[in-house]
């Protein structure tokens, strides 16, 4: 998200990604629900205003159009949420270099590619792709729909502190980046581009109630594969280049934990450990990095604490064999005295396991879709409790029901209740929590437009041509060969309607009766999403 980055017909279709089966979110992640449109996002939603340009797009943030049943009938956020869009500039500059749509194409996909594969708290989330098409069926415009930051970047934050930031809120800002990164190296991406203008702050920070910031990692466009070929070209911004970069050497993931130093450098002491080149020059700042001699002369650098300069300087080892790995800062000193702040008791995650595991395997599905799509604003102690039970900090899976169960209860040892979280994702954790949407969610955000996040359901679980789910959907979801009688997988795929289509309801799936009792449209989802939680909607005066 360069620069502080953070349209549907009647006739609009979508490509998905390919399907899991309707299990608690694990393997597969929040990507089998990121659809991707063809058509145009203007159609789609209304531009607010512009939040950066890059050379390689721009960034807006945006908010949903109301719905009309013609042009644009399953919408899928509440219509005042808003959301930040990259439309990416496929056509480039009038004196644009050879190749430059195939690397504006590759920079979409890598975007998307870590939206659905990457499932963390402070990892910026993708919501939705389109893709326009003209008359040939040539590709003319892209655009990534994104969770919206609203606290703005690093760089504005380091800036207002010349001298620093207070140590325990800087511990708390590279705990979190350190975090997110874990996640990326450990799902096999380098990301490249790690730099103060790339992470984003949900709200803005406030001093005195730090222990809620969430900070979060974005702009994905460099992000290349660690199994991938080497990639020796520079990429990334100048003045976090890691030495073996400027050598041409190619990229590896320590190479993203220099850039982590530099960051870090930059929290705590409040200015870059290496001069800008637009400053010095190129080569000047080259020679500098390359030998590793960063600015340890500053006042702010000497009132740091001993395990704060060992944080920064393991990171900033020019040999990538002396330089700690991801895992390795994790679990420096400086980064475990780190404390989460514990907004949330053990009674509210044996009442949402509980919930959850009553739940069919249908109504777990759309906890699911619907999951993919919430604010984490919407739910402040989700990424805190994520965090908290994640055994390896950042890996991005919680342990297992024993485990879960150890940390929870403070030693006990009864996991039986907890196996529903086992293995699961940050999107898996927030589906479970949904289920008692009166204990975690916040009334006056999430509540009156729970409903409205049935059109979640139906973009994300649909074919993206209508406005109701049919039998074949939930076949992709549910396979026939698992899921449905011999009896049953000769019904008609029109509305799910009842008539015409009984087959034996003795040996019928219940999901199917389920989908043949009541058409599935945004009304049924919407009495379906009622009946799940219990009564609990009313509760929070939905």
């Known amino acids: 998200m360069a620069g502080g980055d953070q349209g549907s017909t009647s006739g609009q279709k979508s490509r998905m990604p390919p399907r899991k089966d309707g299990r608690p979110i694990s393997e597969g992640g929040r990507g089998v629900f990121i659809p991707n449109f063809i058509g145009k996002v203007t159609d789609n939603y209304v531009f607010l205003r512009k939040m950066g340009h890059g050379s390689f797009g721009t960034v807006y943030e945006a908010v949903p159009k109301q719905r009309d049943k013609k042009k644009n009938p399953i919408c899928a956020r509440p219509t005042e949420m808003h959301v930040a869009i990259k439309v990416f500039d496929i056509n480039g500059p009038p004196d ?46 892209m655009a990534a729909v994104m969770e919206l930051c609203e606290g703005g970047d690093l760089l504005d934050v380091v800036v207002a502190h010349p001298k620093g930031i207070q140590l325990d809120i800087a511990r708390h800002i590279c705990w979190q980046i350190t975090c997110g990164l ?3 190296h450990t799902r096999g991406f380098i990301h490249r581009d790690i730099k103060l203008e790339n992470m984003f702050f949900m709200k803005a920070l406030d ?5 809620k910031a969430v900070l979060k ?13 080497i990639v020796k070209s520079r990429g990334g911004s100048p003045s976090y280049l890691p030495p073996e970069v400027w050598r041409a050497q190619g990229w590896d993931p320590k190479g993203d934990c220099w850039a982590l130093g530099v960051v870090s450098y930059a929290i705590c002491v409040g200015s870059m450990p290496f001069p800008q080149p637009a400053h010095v020059g190129t080569n000047t700042t080259m020679n500098l990095v390359t030998k590793g001699e960063a600015n340890y002369t500053r006042s702010s650098w000497a009132a740091l604490p001993s395990e704060a300069k060992h944080f920064i300087q393991k990171l900033l080892k020019v040999k990538m064999s002396e330089r700690s790995s991801i895992k390795e800062a994790l679990q420096s000193p400086f980064l475990q005295a780190h404390q989460t702040d514990r907004t949330w008791a053990a009674w509210q995650v044996d009442a949402s396991v509980a919930a959850w595991s009553r739940l069919d395997r249908f109504a777990q599905l759309l906890l699911q879709a619907i999951a993919t799509c919430v604010r984490d604003m919407d739910v402040p102690a989700a990424s805190w409790l994520f965090r908290f039970l994640d055994r390896k900090q950042g890996c991005g ?120 009792k009541v058409s599935i449209d945004e009304n049924a989802i919407e009495r379906v999403l009622d009946v799940m939680c219990g009564g609990a909607l009313q509760q929070m005066n939905v």
């Open 182 to 184: 874990r996640h990326m």
């Open 96 to 141: 644009q270099k050879p190749g430059w749509r195939d690397r504006i194409i590759a920079m979409f996909q890598a975007e998307v590619e870590i939206g659905r594969r990457c499932d963390h708290p402070n990892l910026v989330k993708l919501y939705e792709t389109f893709e326009h098409l003209d008359e040939k069926g040539d590709l003319t415009e």
């Open 397 to 516: 899976y919680l342990g297992t029901a024993r485990e879960i169960a150890n940390r929870i209860r403070d030693g006990t040892t009864d996991a039986t209740e907890f196996e529903a979280l086992e293995g699961v994702s940050y999107t898996g954790l927030l589906a479970v929590m949904l289920a008692r949407p009166d204990i975690w969610f916040r009334s006056t955000n999430l509540g009156p437009k729970f409903h409205q996040y049935s059109r979640a359901v139906l973009r994300c679980l649909g074919s993206g041509e209508d406005a109701h789910l049919t039998v074949s959907d939930l076949n992709v979801w549910f396979p026939p060969a698992d899921r449905w009688s011999s009896a049953s997988t000769s019904a008609s795929d029109n509305s799910g309607g009842e008539e015409g289509q009984k087959g034996n309801n003795d040996t019928e799936d219940p999901l199917l009766q389920h989908a043949r």
């Open 217 to 229: 990692l974005g702009d994905f466009g460099s992000v290349i594969r660690l199994n991938g070929p």
């Open 207 to 211: 001093n005195q109630n730090w222990q």
